[in-house]
Structures are given as structure tokens and as C-alpha cells.
Nanobody, 125 residues
Framework: QVQLVESGGGLVQAGGSLRLSCAASGRNFSSSIMGWFRQAPGKEREFVGVISWSGASTYYADSVKGRFTISRDNVKNTVHLQMNSLKPEDTAVYYC??????????????????WGQGTQVTVSS
């Protein structure tokens, strides 16, 4: 059974940076895609970015492209989301998710079978 635990959220001013981490336990991490999603108050959860099992491929939502970067460490079973130039509209609960492969680009939530509990990111103006 896969367990995902996010950390690194918090309060930051607009223009600042945060680095989220997701620690995975269980098997198959190094052969899994890892995604980040977010859900703002009153809105549906949305895709942020995804990284392939090897780390060679990444894909980002247009809203974060050029500001956010996903990386992974298959030895430590962790994935990171580096968020720079944060905006108030980035305020949300951020979730990491693990899946086998993406069926479409951007990946659907249904491509991911395991989810973390989420970490709050608040960007003040």
C-alpha cells in the first residue's frame, strides 16, 4: 500500500518561493509517475504538474509554467515542487499523487491511484 505525505506548505508573500516535498512509502515509486494537483477554496481540484518515472519528462499547467519545477529522487522516494514567483492565485491545498502512467496530457486525476493528504499554501498580496 502506498502512502504519500506532503510537507513544506505555509504562508508566503507574493513573489516569494516555497518548496513542497512528498515522501512516498510502499513499492513502485521509481516506476511511477508523480503528479501535483491543487484545490483552491470553492474550486475544483486542478492539475499543476507531473513528472515521469525517470524524471526525464515533465509537464506543467499553463498557469504555473516557468514558475514551478518538479523534481524527484528515486533513491529517497521523494518528489518536490519548487514554486517561485508565487501569486495570490496560487493559494490552495496542494496534493501529490502517484500513478502508473498518464493516459492523456495533461493527466487526469483518474491516472493516479494514490493521494496525499495535502498541504496548505497561502500567498499573501
Amino acid at each position: 500500500q502506498v502512502q504519500l505525505v506532503e510537507s513544506g506548505g505555509g504562508l508566503v508573500q507574493a513573489g516569494g518561493s516555497l518548496r513542497l516535498s512528498c515522501a512516498a512509502s510502499g513499492r513502485n515509486f521509481s516506476s511511477s509517475i508523480m503528479g501535483w494537483f491543487r484545490q483552491a477554496p470553492g474550486k475544483e481540484r486542478e492539475f499543476v504538474g507531473v513528472i515521469s518515472w525517470s524524471g526525464a519528462s515533465t509537464y506543467y499547467a499553463d498557469s504555473v509554467k516557468g514558475r514551478f519545477t518538479i523534481s524527484r529522487d528515486n533513491v529517497k522516494n521523494t518528489v518536490h515542487l519548487q514554486m517561485n514567483s508565487l501569486k495570490p492565485e496560487d493559494t490552495a491545498v496542494y496534493y501529490c499523487a502517484q500513478g502508473r502512467r498518464w493516459s492523456v496530457i495533461p493527466p487526469s486525476e483518474t491516472d493516479f491511484g494514490s493521494w496525499g493528504q495535502g498541504t496548505q499554501v497561502t500567498v499573501s498580496s
